[in-house]
């Protein structure tokens, strides 16, 4: 119940294109929901999250998408550059609203974007 | 957000020695948290630090394994004791703001041999 389900485990897109990955959940107390990304070589950096009393939320090029009767959540990136090639995580946790909540990660998706 | 440095970057070490990592922050908080991540792996918590108190381990974590200092509000410590091949692995700490937000540290790439 603690796990969050990331798919795909690779994405191949063309630059200018929509990148989508999923994550979905099981835990209802889940009540935070942040997308990470990560380069080769370095720690992950917070790219955007959301919390349940909204279903969508936009920072630039990053959306995320958030369903909750599903407990599903999406990251799409609109105009994917080859810059935007790394690894993202999407991760849930409890407690969000304060800073105590331990972060229950996804399995991690290689996004590559072909220029 | 919040800069966070490790110490060090990266180490080779021999089975059966220990390793001990430093996280340092640029201002005061409440919350830090050590994160293991395997190589091509996600990220899977290893415990919690609450300054002043014992550390939080997670479920096949333990404190003779990973034992954890946390002396202030911007600095901690992870030990990884007796090691073997199979903690080869980034350590990387993070900070917890009030809005819920995590910031990693850049991490520390353990090999053992």
């Known amino acids: 119940q603690q796990q969050v389900k990331q798919s795909p485990q690779s994405l191949i897109v063309q630059k200018g294109g929509i990148s989508i990955i999923n994550c979905a959940y099981e835990?209802?107390?889940?009540?935070?929901f942040p997308w990470y990304q990560q380069f080769p070589g370095k720690g992950p950096a917070l790219l955007i999250a959301?919390?349940?009393?909204?279903s969508e939320k936009k920072e630039g090029r990053f959306t995320i998408s958030f369903n909750k009767s599903a407990k599903q959540f999406s990251l799409h990136i609109m105009d994917s550059q080859p810059g935007d090639s790394a690894t993202y995580f999407c991760?849930?946790?409890?407690?969000?609203?304060?800073?105590?909540?331990?972060?229950?990660f996804g399995q991690g998706t290689t996004l590559q974007v072909k220029p | 957000s919040a800069v966070i440095s490790q110490k060090p970057s990266r180490d080779i070490c021999q089975r059966g020695t220990s390793l001990t990592i430093q996280c340092q922050v640029d201002?005061?908080?409440?919350?830090m948290f050590w994160y293991r991540q395997q190589p091509g792996q996600s990220l899977t918590l290893i415990a919690t630090?609450?300054?002043?108190?014992?550390?939080?381990?997670e479920s096949g974590f333990v404190i003779d394994k990973f034992p954890i200092s946390r002396p202030n509000l911007t600095f901690s410590t992870l030990t990884v004791s007796n090691m073997s091949p199979e903690d080869s692995s980034i350590y990387l700490c993070?900070?917890?703001?009030?809005?819920?937000?995590?910031?990693f540290g850049p991490g520390t790439r353990l090999t053992v041999t």
């Open positions: 993070s900070v917890a703001r009030g809005t819920g937000d995590q910031y």
């Open positions: 835990n209802t107390a889940f009540d935070y």
């Open positions: 959301i919390r349940p009393d909204v």
């Open positions: 991760a849930a946790s409890t407690d969000g609203s304060s800073n105590t909540g331990k972060l229950i």
């Open positions: 201002s005061q908080v409440t919350m």
């Open positions: 630090a609450n300054q002043g108190s014992e550390a939080t381990y």
